[in-house]
């Protein structure tokens, strides 16, 4: 089994920065791709970027390039979130997400990564509100 623990959400205004950091423990090493989601009241979750673990491929949303960035830590089992330029249409909850499966080719690399259902281990969100 494999746990994520997001952090490093919180309340800022717009035009400000976040990283939020996933931490991966148990048997991280089933797991081939990971992404952020976001969720906000009243709307579906919401892929906005994710990566193939094993070789550092990363996919994002159109709606978040150039303004967020994924990447990771192996060695700390952590996949991080930046956030640049922050909206207060971000605001939202933002979940990790992890899963055993290999990203297909492109070109249907980005659909599938940015897809919920892809998606089979979750952590329990943390929070990001943007004021204007």
């Known amino acids: 089994h494999v746990q994520l623990v997001e952090s490093g959400g919180g309340s800022v205004q717009a035009g400000g920065s976040l990283r939020l950091s996933c931490v991966a423990s148990g048997d991280t090493s089933s797991v081939n791709t990971m992404g952020w989601f976001r969720q906000s009241p009243g709307k579906e979750r919401e892929g906005v970027a994710g990566i193939y673990t094993t070789f550092g491929a990363t996919y994002y949303a159109d709606s978040t390039k150039g303004r967020f960035t994924i990447s990771q830590d192996k060695a700390k089992n952590t996949v991080y979130l930046q956030i640049d330029g922050l909206r207060p249409e971000d605001t939202a909850m933002y979940y990790c997400?992890?899963?055993?499966?290999?990203?297909?080719?492109?070109?249907?690399?980005?659909?599938?990564?940015?897809?919920?259902?892809?998606?089979?281990?979750w952590g329990q969100g943390t929070q990001v509100t943007v004021s204007s």
């Open positions: 997400a992890a899963d055993p499966g290999i990203p297909p080719p492109e070109p249907y690399a980005q659909a599938r990564v940015m897809s919920a259902a892809y998606f089979r281990i």
